[in-house]
C-alpha cells in the first residue's frame, strides 16, 4: 500500500517509517502539515497517517481541507491528545480511526491494514448476507453460523465476534479494535474480556471439530486465515 | 420561571419579610403611641375643662352673692333664670348652673345627685325628660354665698373629640402597612429579579460553564457590588482552570513524547532479541510501561474531568440498556473466574442524562474491583433501579469508617483489597458521578453478618 506518515518528532517518525516500510508499504513521511495537505491533495494514497500537533498546519485541519476538497483517503491519527473528547473531535473531522500515543506498533499495523482494505473495497459496496471463511459460513441476516454444515449456536456477542475476524480478511484484529468494534469500549479493560470470549467461541467452533480456526498471534492479536 | 415559583421565590424576598416585619413594628408602635396620646389628651381636655369649671364658678359666686346682697336673709332669691341657663331648653346648650340656699331650696335645673358632694365629678344626667338619652357632665360644687354652687359642663363633646383620635391613628396606620407592603412587594419582586439572575449565572457556573457573567444590574448598590465580585471572581476561576487544562494538556504533551519515544525503543529491542535474554527483559519492561500508561490515562481522565469536563456528551442513556451491554462483556468473564452472575432490573428501563462512554467505564470499573476483591463462589450482581445501577460482591466488604476514603485517589485498604489494582478505579467512579451529579454510595451487600461491598451510582430524580 502507499502510505502518508504526517510526524514532526524524528524519532518516532523514523519508527514508523521504518516498521511500515518493513512491512512492504511505500511510506511518504512528511514533517510539516502544509507539506502534507499539498501531498494528501496531489498523490494517490491508501491510508493517511496523521499527527495532529504539527508544525504548519496541525493534524486536524490537515483532514479537514482534504474533507473539503473532496479527498476521501482514509485517515488514522496517531497523536498523543487521547482524550475522549479529542478522539471524539478527530472522529467527527472525517477521520476514520484514532490510535492514541503511546501505542504498541502491532496496533498501528493491524489498524492501518484494516483501513486500506477498507479503501481498496470501498468501491464494491455490495451489501453481502453470507460470510465465509474455510468450511464456517455466517448468514448475516438469519443471524446463524453453520461449520461444514453442523449449525453452530452462538450468542449475539460471539457471532459478532466471528463475523470481526471473518470480515478483517486474514488480516490480525488486536484486543483494542475487537473491544471497540463487538463491544463498544474504549477503554482498556484490566480483565481478559476479549480472551474469556475468543475462548468461548473456540469452544463451539473449534472443539467439536477438533482444528483450530482462530489463530492466536502473540502480542498483537487474533486473526482467521483462509 | 412559573408565576407560582415566582411568588414562592417572592415570599422567600429578604426585601418584603424586612418590610413585614416593618409594618407590624409600625402598627405596634402605632397602637402605644395611640394609647398614650388618647390618655394625655383626655387628661389634658379635663384639666381645661376644670379650669373653666372653676373660672365660671367663680364668676357666678360673685354675681350671686351680689344679687343676694341687700336682701333679707330669709327671702326666696330673685335671679333671673338666664343667669344658670337650663339644658331641657335648650339641646345644644353645654353649660349650666344651679345654687342651693341655705335653707335648701334648690334655683335652675338641679337633679338629684347634684349636690351630693363638693369638688369635681363626671357624673351622667337625664337632660331630655322625654327620652332614655343620658348625657356625662363634669361638674363643680363647692360653697357660695351662704349656700352651695354646681356648674356643669358637658363632657360629651370632649368625649367626641376623644373619639376621633383611635379612628385617625387606625386609618393612618392601615395606610401606612398598606404602602409599606406594597413597597416592600415592588422591591422584593425588582431585587428578585436580580438575585434571580445572579442565581442562574451561579448554577450555569456550577454546571461547569465558566464563561457566564452576571453583567450590569442597573443601580449601583450592594447587589451590583454583589455581583461584580461573582464576576470577578469567575474570571479568576476561568482563568485557572484554562490554566489548569493547558497545563495538563502540555503535561500530556511532553510526558507522553518522551514516554512513546520509550515506548519504541523497548520494542525495536524486543524485536531486535526475540529469542534471547534482552528481548525477554524488553518485553517484561514494555509491560510494565503500558501498566504506567494505563495509570496515567486514569490520572488525566480523572483531572480532566475534576476540572469540569464538558458535557457535551451527555445524552439519554438507558441504565438497563447499559446493563445489558456491560452483562454480555462481562458475564462470561466473570463465570470463567468462579463467580456465579446475576442481572436484576426493578424496572424496564431507567433514563438518565449521562456520557454513555464514562458511565460505562465507570461500571467496568465496579465489576472489576468486584472481580478482583471476591471470593470465588459468590455471586457478582449488578442491579438496576429506577435511578441507580449497582454492583454487588459477596467479597470481604470495606468497614464502615473506611467507606469514604476509598473513593479518594490512590486509596487503597492494606488488608483483603490490597491485591493489585492502582487505587484508582474508585476515585475514577467518583469523578464519573461528580460530573453527572450523582452519588457514589456504598454499602454492605448483606447486612446481618455484613458480608460484601455494594456500589451505587444513584443519579438525581
Sequence with gaps: ?226 | MSLRTEIKGLFRSSALRLSLALSVLFVLILLVAGGVAQYLLSEALEDQIDDDLKVRFEALAVQITQSLDGEDDDDEPEFEIDLFGDPRRSDDLIFFASFQTRSGATLGFSPRRLFSKNGYRTIPLKVEASEDEVSLWRIYTGPAAGGRLTVAQRWDTAEDLLELLPGAFIAAGAIATVLTISAGIGFGYVAQRRLGKITRVLDEIAEGNLSARVGALGRRDDLSDLASHIDATTDRLEVLLRQTRELSVNIAHDLKTPLTRLRVRLEALALENEEGRAGETAEHALAELDRILITFDAILQIACMDAGASKKRFEDVDLVQLANELSDAYSAVIEDNGFRFEFESTVPAATVRADPALLKQAIANLIENALRYSVPGGAIRLIVNSNSISVADEGPGIPDEHKLRVLKPFIRLDDARSNGGFGLGLALVQSVAQLHKADVVLADTKKVASVGLTTSLVFKA
Aim: some cysteine; aromatic content about 6%; proline content about 3%.
Design chain 1, 1 to 226: 500500500m502507499r502510505l502518508m506518515v504526517l510526524e514532526d518528532d524524528p524519532e518516532i517518525g523514523q519508527w514508523v517509517y521504518d516498521g511500515l516500510t518493513r512491512e512492504g508499504h511505500v511510506v511518504d513521511w512528511l514533517k510539516d502539515g502544509r507539506e502534507a495537505l499539498a501531498a494528501g491533495s496531489i498523490n494517490s494514497y491508501d491510508v493517511l497517517i496523521l499527527d495532529r500537533m504539527t508544525p504548519g498546519l496541525d493534524g486536524l485541519s490537515v483532514l479537514k481541507a482534504l474533507r473539503a476538497a473532496k479527498v476521501a483517503t482514509p485517515v488514522l491519527f496517531l497523536t498523543a491528545m487521547g482524550d475522549v473528547d479529542d478522539r471524539v473531535e478527530g472522529l467527527e473531522a472525517g477521520g476514520d480511526d484514532y490510535l492514541a500515543k503511546p501505542f504498541a506498533f502491532s496496533e498501528l499495523k493491524a489498524r492501518v491494514g484494516a483501513l486500506g482494505r477498507r479503501s481498496s473495497f470501498a468501491s464494491e459496496q455490495t451489501e453481502t448476507t453470507k460470510l465465509n471463511v474455510k468450511d464456517i459460513e455466517l448468514d448475516l441476516l438469519r443471524r446463524k453460523c453453520t461449520r461444514a454444515g453442523q449449525d453452530v449456536d452462538l450468542n449475539g456477542k460471539e457471532f459478532a465476534l466471528l463475523e470481526a475476524l471473518i470480515r478483517s480478511n486474514g488480516r490480525i484484529q488486536t484486543r483494542n479494535m475487537l473491544l471497540e468494534k463487538v463491544w463498544n469500549m474504549n477503554f482498556d479493560p484490566t480483565t481478559s474480556v476479549v480472551e474469556t470470549h475468543i475462548s468461548r467461541l473456540r469452544g463451539k467452533i473449534e472443539k467439536p471439530f477438533g482444528d483450530t480456526v482462530i489463530r492466536t498471534v502473540r502480542g498483537a492479536g487474533y486473526v482467521i486465515e483462509d
